[in-house]
């Protein structure tokens, strides 16, 4: 039987004195050894508790990468609080929503944002107060197992953000998970380079390598100007990069190779070939790619480097994005348009088990929680491949259908992604009474060129699969997590231009 308490404060002390005087976090502009670290959020959590928070309480995080930002959230989950980060990119909409769904009150934040907050009717902790203070690990309690202990949202792209729930058990669960799905072993001297927001996958990976004796540097963003000198002076030896950062990367410092990294994680966006190889001339073969969700921590799925690479050694790939097999303690299943279970090479929504998935979530109606044992329905399209791989196709609510044909946006974009040379390239259709749905090629930033670039790379496909109107904006709508949000780009298209429907459809700008 499991324990009824989580001893995350036992579990930090651990890893202080044992590494007391390493450094732990630097964040471009001053590090923090272990034993500060662990004093500063043990000071977060004694005043989150002297303020009478309660287990479960949602107590928000609103800073930016630093090391306050690291400190400031172990503190929070020490306290038994469910720790609710808030990008501090949000809009005031988008707060006010996230704040309403999940009845924050406390918000740990920076004396700048402090009068934001109050005017939300929250109560904030400024955390340059406690930016000297020190508390003592040994004095902090364990927190109930089943409490909530975080709360992410998802990212809005089809709808409202939602608020995921997960317990302190399945968080502790989620961390073991995590750090036996390490590619490398993490101990004293690895040091991993994180620049995307802390509140995302960079979390997970801090606690992932302070855990087990290694260091973080966390940039506030891809600022080229720091982290080439972090990568050419051979200190890094990890680095979280999704495709966004891999480009930007690539692009700022052709031909540059650093043999010295172990491992590159990489996924939250499909990775091109030509980007592939592009990541593996600057760092060798050692990009490894899983799939995570807001609702089942990372990793879900693995492809490990070796077999990244083997992947993409099979050539072009259009039918769906290898992101592995199934991690320890995950159960992925598939699930047919009819309810049956597809075979392999057959697409159905991937559905998602295991010990450390969320409990529950908030929308504008209240907490739904998840029945015990159910599986969660991901809205993600997969297939499983002859060797037991999990391919993901594209999602549910994107699926158009043009001329009676069902079409993945995900694929053509996939086979368009070279066309833009660089720029990117979304997928929308439009409602159309000739065809139903019309596809739609959108390009961010690119050239003239590109139109007839796009209908070449896409000439193998299906006619139904191959867009019949192309637009440039010079930029694309994006969410606070950086993925273009199909939706308000189709609603941008639709407010520049208008359509002349049928079979020849074209696109009349207006005003």
Known sequence: MMQPAIPWASDLKSACDAHATRLAVFDGATGMTYRELGGRAAAVAQALLDAGVTPGEPVATSLRNSHAAVWGAFGV?????AETPLNPALG???????????GVKRVLTTAANADAF???GCTPMVIEDLDTARGDLGKIPPVPREAHGRIGFTSGTTGAPKAIVQTHGARWIGNLLQRAALPT???PGSRILLVTPYMHGASVLTMAFLERGGSVVLLDGADMARIAPLLEEGSIDH??????????????????????????????????????GKACAMFGPVIRIAYGKTELTNPIAVLTAEQTDAYYAEGPHYDGVCVGYPASGVEIALRGEDGAIPGPGEDGEVLLRGQHIYAGHYATDGFHPLEPGAFHETGDLG?????????????MADVM????YKVHPDEIERALAASGQGAAVAVISLPSEYWGEIVVAVAEGADAGWPERARSAVAGLGRHKQPRLHVTMQELPRNVQ?????RRIRERVLAEYGLVDGPHPRLERRG
């Open 92 to 102: 005031a909409d988008e707060l006010r929503h996230n704040l309403a769904i999940t």
């Open 401 to 404: 259908k043009s001329g009676g």
């Open 482 to 486: 950086g993925k273009m949000v199909r």
């Open 185 to 187: 072993a993490v101990g």
């Open 118 to 120: 109050k005017a939300f």
């Open 383 to 395: 297939r499983f491949d002859m060797q037991g791989r999990l391919h993901l196709v594209g999602r």
């Open 239 to 276: 680095i979280f990069a999704p495709p966004t950062v891999l480009a930007k990367l690539t692009t700022a410092l052709p031909d540059r190779h650093f043999p010295g990294m172990r491992a590159v994680f990489c996924g939250t966006a499909p990775l091109s070939p030509t980007l592939y």
């Open 77 to 81: 989950r020490l306290s038994g609080a």
